[in-house]
């Protein structure tokens, strides 16, 4: 089983900012596996960027992910105050097949 | 629009069985996988298993395989997830999301129900 994990744990930014959030995974992903979502308090997670680098609709621009392999990154490229959040990142694993989730990285004002 | 519904909070006892149901509308039900997600306090995201609405096949993830059964009525457009031997640490919000894509099921889920809280407690 595929375990992913994201640094940092928390990253304290200001708004305007650029923030770049990590995720490994222990094997390596196809980047069509590889999903980032946002989680606000007391919300359900919306789903930003799937296969890796692709915007989910609605999403804005200053959101954009990259990586392959077993390293991943979403960077947003200046924060705006609604980004203030937990980010997720998701893979997609065939043996066994299903989902994981990372731990998170949470996102605050500094 | 898109939307998923799910029905209200639960507290049950250890040793019984919850049932979550999960009213969708604004798409077409069955061209969709019907994933269920699950959160404790404070924690991470917790992937429990898909349905596929058209077939009624569901795929359970390892820890869940013997507790859970997924199902759904597609003349009301609803989903199902049961979670049976209820104990303290099921305690969560269970959410519901739609899957991305018809085709590409690993693209993850793009429509998520508002979450049902799932209280566990003697």
Wanted: charged fraction near 15%.
């Amino acid at each position: 089983e595929i375990v992913l994990t994201q640094s940092p744990g928390t990253l304290s930014l200001s708004p305007g900012e650029r923030a770049t959030l990590s995720c490994r995974a222990s094997q390596s992903v196809s980047s069509n596996y590889l999903a980032w979502y946002q989680q606000k308090p007391g919300q359900a997670p919306r789903l930003l960027i799937y296969a890796a680098s692709s915007r989910a609709t609605g999403i804005p621009d200053r959101f954009s992910g990259s990586g392959s392999g077993t390293d991943f990154t979403l960077t947003i490229s200046r924060l705006e105050p609604e980004d203030f959040a937990v980010y997720f990142c998701q893979q997609y694993g065939n043996s066994p097949r299903g989902f994981t989730f990372g731990p998170g990285t949470k996102v605050d004002i500094k | 629009q898109v939307q998923l519904v799910q029905s209200g909070a639960e507290v049950k006892k250890p040793g019984a069985s919850v049932k979550v149901s999960c009213k969708a509308s604004g798409y077409t039900f069955s061209g969709y996988y019907m994933h269920w997600v699950r959160q404790a306090p404070g924690q991470g995201l917790e992937w429990m298993g898909w349905i596929n609405p058209n077939s009624g096949g569901t795929n359970l993830e390892q820890n869940f395989q013997g507790r859970v059964t997924m199902t759904r009525d597609t003349s009301i457009t609803t989903a199902y997830m049961e979670l049976r031997r209820l104990r303290s640490d099921d305690t969560a919000v269970y959410y519901c999301a739609k899957g991305l894509d018809h085709l590409y099921h690993f693209y993850g889920m793009d429509v998520w129900g508002q979450g049902t809280t799932v209280t566990v407690s003697s």
